[in-house]
């Protein structure tokens, strides 16, 4: 069973905020990820992480933010929100055993800035 | 690069009937192809995935899919529908030396009575 987890899971803020999105994963996966995925849509990758001190930009530009001081913990950050951040994110992991390997999910964030 | 399609971003079928969501690949290399399912407000899980060990893989909650190179296609499918099936279901392909997963748009599946 998969050990990663998101918080908040739901999460209404208004426009101007700083928010943070926590993910945290137990099973000392060195790779981690951040999708955003819009209401029945595909998942865009964001960011993503190979270990401690790496982070890199995915493939959706995304004004937020993440670090990897930990490698169990890979928050993303929002300096301020704005309607067009409303989305659901989703974090992953993998380990680095091999390009067959699954990444896990957490159960996701919803986003709704108003 | 590699991508993937999932034709039909919605597919209806009668409990006890055929499932069958297709998706098509595209990579220049061999590809590493995985389905994942999400059911409502939940995050995504793992159905099954090929890895080139053999085509046809068979997965969890009785879903099958064979990887076919000739069609560049990994269908996936199920013999008989359950309510319990209705989800969004993604194809997935691993992009370049990061371990990248590629989504498909996702084909959202709807059993009936």
């Known amino acids: 069973e998969a050990d990663i987890y998101q918080t908040p899971r739901y999460l209404v803020i208004g426009t101007g905020k700083k928010i943070t999105l926590e993910c945290s994963q137990t099973m000392g996966h060195d790779k981690m990820y951040w999708y955003q995925q819009d209401p029945g849509m595909e998942l865009h990758l964001i960011h993503y992480s190979y270990g401690v001190n790496s982070t890199e930009k995915g493939d959706l530009s995304s004004e937020s933010t993440v670090s990897r001081i930990r490698t169990e913990h890979f928050p993303l950050t929002l300096e301020s929100a704005r309607p067009s951040h409303t989305s659901q994110y989703l974090c992953?992991?993998?380990?680095?055993?091999?390009?067959?390997?699954?990444?896990?999910f957490g159960q996701g964030t919803r986003l709704t800035v108003v | 690069a590699q991508s993937v399609t999932q034709l039909g971003s919605h597919v209806s079928v009668s409990e006890g009937a055929l499932v069958l969501l297709r998706c098509n690949y595209s990579?220049?290399?061999?590809?590493?192809l995985f389905w994942y399912v999400q059911y409502p407000n939940q995050g995504l899980q793992l159905l099954l995935k090929y890895t080139s060990a053999a085509t046809l893989v068979k997965g969890i909650n009785g879903f099958e899919a064979e990887f076919k190179k000739s069609e560049t296609s990994f269908h996936l499918t199920k013999p008989s529908a359950h309510m319990s099936d209705a989800a969004e279901y993604f194809c997935?392909?691993?992009?370049?030396?990061?371990?990248?997963?590629?989504f498909g748009a996702g084909t959202r599946l709807a059993v009936h009575p």
């Open positions: 990579s220049s290399v061999p590809p590493y």
């Open positions: 997935a392909v691993r992009s370049g030396g990061y371990n990248k997963l590629i």
């Open positions: 992953a992991s993998s380990d680095q055993s091999g390009a067959d390997t699954e990444a896990f």
